[in-house]
């Protein structure tokens, strides 16, 4: 392996080229080997020390380069125990951990064959293949397994799950076999392929993770939310290094993508290497030609004999090339500097390399930026720690200052550009914000695209804007937005140079590979060599030419956090609060005398989003009725008197008659009280 890594310092490479200022914004800044990012002098390092685990009170995680690591230990209980007494490393609990139900499913994999043929690499597609979102693959010989990415996905309307804060890949196929897991290797820092790290580790045996370092970053600053879980083992990797795991070697390669540190995987085999893209998109101008920095990277890794090459398909159904990221820093650039009244940016925060850029320009222009929702503000603070961003005292500022400042100099970077009811810019619209009050000389950018499923709330939230009489900028008008994803134009053109023999598109819905693959045969690409993978589909590639799809797949079914708990699906929950929020609740609450059966007062009954009980006094009353006759004349024959038969009974019957009544089914919750 190549440790003497050297920074590229050519003076001619863009501030934000390829993958927009990668490199170029801390050029030479590479820690030296053995390095620790720790509470100690900063001394050994071009890059600042410090503790990613919230103060010096609390156990040091440490984040180290990812030079060289031998096999792990196959015993999972010693393996965790490495490096001393994990009870006593962890950091100080100040809130609830989190509680991990085993799958209670009838899949198994029992039925999946084990990987003997030495000459065999398994690919597995644990989740991101049918969605966007919770981004998860296996690739796997007979000794060694790594696991790349592990995102989370939203809750949407049609996962038809109220309440549940998000969806997680399934991790049971690995939690079978993490007698094999080597490491996790992280491709770059979004939540749809970080997101899930939290509520995973601990079940997959808390392997440790490779990535680069402003990815480190933002999963050390995700991993404070979470103080309970045991210290993460980072290995931070330098760009376009290669490190071997186990039995495996890894090269990684640099890719342009809308966060910096974005990265792909070159996994050698005796065959031929598994190329995985992560996200990517093509620095080019507008005339689609490659930025020559960006042509090299990718013609270095067609030079190798590439076997399979695992692509993003996120963008394949769009003809093209994407709009590049340069024109939109142009545009916002221009909007900055003309802006004659306060300016509100609303952005994905996940557009990293933009809230860099926006801050630059309003230090360049004299202006004020005023960072607005959670997310924004954790980005600005992990850029200013990894000194990707560096800006003068004061440019910064908070919204209690904007009082002190000419309100044309002021720039409000805001969360909320899909609609968000309680982001910032939705409380701003309708006038819930503490600071800002929309008014006639605001200009407001929505410097992102809509999201499908979001057009109600954005349109929403638009038209509040526009009833303030605010000026709007938005992606259809201006040159304000571009996707993080390359259009099908640069896919093809990416395959034409790594020359894989194989081509399995991933990260999309399933139109979105399917759209991939016709893009890839109408370039003349072989059918027969195109594997279109559902979630939980294992590939198996024998000797390099032989291609095997398990006919059984890897466990699939969502896997939720819900609140503190993490674990399969509980259908009867869901359905519970798909009721009450549909239908409501209608408690019965009734006193019956054991001996007689008789109520022993007329019962009480406590309605919640069913009928507003003031207007449908007669309805109770009939209700009343029905439940005294119901309770009495079901305990007149029993002796004992049975509460819990009753029970049913009392609600099936009221059901049918608030049926009969209203056409709703609310859930009836009968109280029985035996004195």
Same mark, same amino acid.
């Given at each position: 392996?190549?440790?003497?890594?050297?920074?590229?310092?050519?003076?001619?490479?863009?501030?934000?080229?390829?993958?927009?200022?990668?490199?170029?914004?801390?050029?030479?800044?590479?820690?030296?080997?053995?390095?620790?990012?720790?509470? #100690?002098?900063?001394?050994?390092?071009?890059?600042? /020390?410090? &503790?990613?685990?919230? +103060?010096?009170? %609390? *156990?040091?995680?440490? !984040?180290?380069?990812?030079?060289?690591?031998?096999?792990?230990?196959?015993?999972?209980?010693?393996?965790?125990?490495?490096?001393?007494?994990?009870?006593?490393?962890?950091?100080?609990?100040?809130?609830?951990?989190?509680?991990?139900?085993?799958?209670?499913?009838?899949?198994?994999?029992?039925?999946?064959?084990?990987? #003997?043929?030495?000459?065999?690499?398994?690919?597995? /597609?644990? &989740?991101?293949?049918? +969605?966007?979102? %919770? *981004?998860?693959?296996? !690739?796997?010989?007979?000794?060694?397994?790594?696991?790349?990415?592990?995102?989370?996905?939203?809750?949407?309307?049609?996962?038809?799950?109220?309440?549940?804060?998000?969806?997680?890949?399934?991790?049971?196929?690995?939690?079978?076999?993490?007698?094999?897991?080597?490491?996790?290797?992280?491709?770059?820092?979004?939540?749809?392929?970080?997101?899930?790290?939290?509520?995973?580790?601990?079940?997959?045996?808390?392997?440790?993770?490779?990535?680069?370092?402003?990815?480190?970053?933002?999963?050390?600053?995700?991993?404070?939310?979470?103080?309970?879980?045991?210290?993460?083992?980072?290995?931070?990797?330098?760009?376009?290094?290669?490190?071997?795991?186990?039995?495996?070697?890894?090269?990684?390669?640099?890719?342009?993508?809308?966060?910096?540190?974005?990265?792909?995987?070159?996994?050698?085999?005796?065959?031929?290497?598994?190329?995985?893209?992560?996200?990517?998109?093509?620095?080019?101008?507008?005339?689609?030609?490659?930025?020559?920095?960006?042509?090299?990277?990718?013609?270095?890794?067609?030079?190798?004999?590439?076997?399979?090459?695992?692509?993003?398909?996120?963008?394949?159904?769009?003809?093209?090339?994407?709009?590049?990221?340069?024109?939109?820093?142009?545009?916002?650039?221009?909007?900055?500097?003309?802006?004659?009244?306060?300016?509100?940016?609303?952005?994905?925060?996940?557009?990293?390399?933009?809230?860099?850029?926006?801050?630059?320009?309003?230090?360049?222009?004299?202006?004020?930026?005023?960072?607005?929702?959670?997310?924004?503000?954790?980005?600005?603070?992990?850029?200013?720690?990894?000194?990707?961003?560096?800006?003068?005292?004061?440019?910064?500022?908070?919204?209690?200052?904007?009082?002190?400042?000419?309100?044309?100099?002021?720039?409000?970077?805001?969360?909320?550009?899909?609609?968000?009811?309680?982001?910032?810019?939705?409380?701003?619209?309708?006038?819930?914000?503490?600071?800002?009050?929309?008014?006639?000389?605001?200009?407001?950018?929505?410097?992102?695209?809509?999201?499908?499923?979001?057009?109600?709330?954005?349109?929403?939230?638009?038209?509040?804007?526009?009833?303030?009489?605010?000026?709007?900028?938005?992606?259809?008008?201006?040159?304000?937005?571009?996707?993080?994803?390359?259009?099908?134009?640069?896919?093809?053109?990416?395959?034409?140079?790594?020359?894989?023999?194989?081509?399995?598109?991933?990260?999309?819905?399933?139109?979105?590979?399917?759209?991939?693959?016709?893009?890839?045969?109408?370039?003349?690409?072989?059918?027969?060599?195109?594997?279109?993978?559902?979630?939980?589909?294992?590939?198996?590639?024998?000797?390099?030419?032989?291609?095997?799809?398990?006919?059984?797949?890897?466990?699939?079914?969502?896997?939720?956090?819900?609140?503190?708990?993490?674990?399969?699906?509980?259908?009867?929950?869901?359905?519970?609060?798909?009721?009450?929020?549909?239908?409501?609740?209608?408690?019965?609450?009734?006193?019956?005398?054991?001996?007689?059966?008789?109520?022993?007062?007329?019962?009480?009954?406590?309605?919640?989003?069913?009928?507003?009980?003031?207007?449908?006094?007669?309805?109770?009353?009939?209700?009343?009725?029905?439940?005294?006759?119901?309770?009495?004349?079901?305990?007149?024959?029993?002796?004992?008197?049975?509460?819990?038969?009753?029970?049913?009974?009392?609600?099936?019957?009221?059901?049918?008659?608030?049926?009969?009544?209203?056409?709703?089914?609310?859930?009836?919750?009968?109280?029985?009280?035996?004195?």
């Amino acid at each position: 392996m190549n440790n003497e890594l050297t920074p590229n310092n050519n003076p001619n490479r863009p501030a934000y080229g390829r993958n927009n200022g990668r490199r170029n914004h801390r050029a030479g800044q590479y820690r030296t080997p053995g390095t620790r990012l720790t509470a #100690t002098p900063a001394a050994r390092t071009n890059r600042p /020390t410090t &503790s990613l685990t919230g +103060g010096a009170s %609390r *156990n040091t995680t440490s !984040i180290r380069p990812a030079l060289e690591t031998g096999p792990r230990s196959a015993n999972p209980r010693k393996r965790q125990s490495r490096g001393g007494n994990n009870n006593r490393n962890r950091r100080k609990m100040t809130n609830p951990a989190l509680t991990h139900r085993l799958n209670t499913t009838l899949h198994t994999t029992d039925n999946i064959p084990e990987l #003997t043929d030495e000459t065999a690499i398994r690919i597995v /597609t644990i &989740s991101g293949v049918e +969605g966007i979102g %919770r *981004n998860m693959m296996v !690739i796997e010989n007979t000794k060694d397994i790594i696991v790349v990415d592990a995102g989370f996905a939203f809750v949407s309307e049609s996962s038809k799950a109220p309440g549940v804060d998000y969806i997680l890949p399934n991790t049971q196929y690995l939690e079978e076999r993490q007698d094999k897991i080597r490491a996790m290797v992280i491709t770059h820092g979004h939540l749809d392929h970080i997101g899930g790290i939290p509520f995973i580790m601990e079940r997959i045996g808390n392997p440790p993770i490779y990535t680069q370092y402003l990815t480190s970053l933002m999963i050390m600053k995700r991993q404070e939310e979470f103080p309970h879980l045991a210290p993460i083992t980072m290995n931070v990797v330098k760009e376009g290094e290669a490190f071997t795991i186990g039995s495996m070697r890894i090269k990684t390669f640099p890719v342009n993508h809308s966060i910096p540190d974005a990265m792909g995987l070159s996994f050698e085999t005796p065959h031929g290497d598994v190329v995985v893209t992560g996200d990517i998109r093509l620095a080019h101008n507008e005339n689609n030609e490659i930025d020559s920095l960006e042509r090299e990277s990718w013609e270095k890794v067609g030079l190798n004999n590439n076997l399979v090459l695992l692509c993003d398909s996120t963008n394949a159904d769009r003809e093209g090339f994407a709009t590049p990221e340069s024109h939109v820093f142009e545009a916002l650039e221009h909007i900055i500097k003309e802006a004659t009244g306060r300016l509100i940016i609303g952005t994905f925060a996940s557009q990293f390399e933009r809230l860099i850029h926006i801050v630059k320009m309003c230090e360049k222009y004299g202006k004020f930026i005023v960072p607005e929702g959670r997310s924004i503000k954790t980005h600005i603070d992990i850029a200013l720690m990894a000194k990707m961003l560096e800006v003068k005292p004061g440019v910064i500022i908070s919204a209690e200052e904007m009082k002190d400042h000419p309100i044309d100099r002021i720039i409000v970077l805001a969360t909320g550009a899909q609609g968000e009811e309680f982001a910032a810019l939705m409380r701003m619209a309708t006038d819930k914000h503490k600071f800002v009050t929309l008014n006639e000389r605001d200009t407001i950018v929505l410097s992102s695209s809509v999201i499908p499923g979001n057009e109600i709330a954005v349109q929403i939230l638009k038209d509040n804007i526009y009833r303030k009489n605010v000026r709007v900028v938005n992606y259809k008008s201006t040159a304000v937005h571009a996707s993080g994803h390359g259009h099908v134009g640069e896919l093809n053109w990416v395959r034409s140079v790594v020359k894989p023999k194989f081509l399995i598109p991933v990260h999309g819905h399933h139109y979105h590979l399917k759209s991939h693959m016709y893009a890839a045969i109408e370039t003349g690409f072989p059918k027969e060599n195109i594997f279109v993978p559902d979630d939980g589909t294992i590939i198996d590639i024998i000797g390099g030419t032989d291609v095997i799809v398990q006919k059984a797949k890897a466990p699939n079914e969502s896997v939720y956090v819900d609140g503190f708990n993490v674990g399969a699906r509980q259908e009867v929950v869901l359905r519970d609060r798909q009721s009450l929020a549909e239908q409501g609740m209608f408690v019965i609450i009734a006193t019956v005398n054991i001996r007689t059966g008789k109520l022993r007062k007329s019962p009480d009954i406590i309605s919640r989003g069913f009928v507003y009980l003031r207007e449908n006094q007669q309805m109770l009353s009939e209700a009343r009725v029905l439940i005294k006759k119901t309770v009495e004349n079901y305990t007149v024959r029993q002796n004992p008197i049975d509460l819990d038969s009753i029970k049913d009974e009392l609600a099936d019957i009221v059901s049918g008659f608030l049926m009969q009544k209203t056409n709703k089914s609310p859930m009836v919750i009968p109280v029985l009280i035996g004195i």
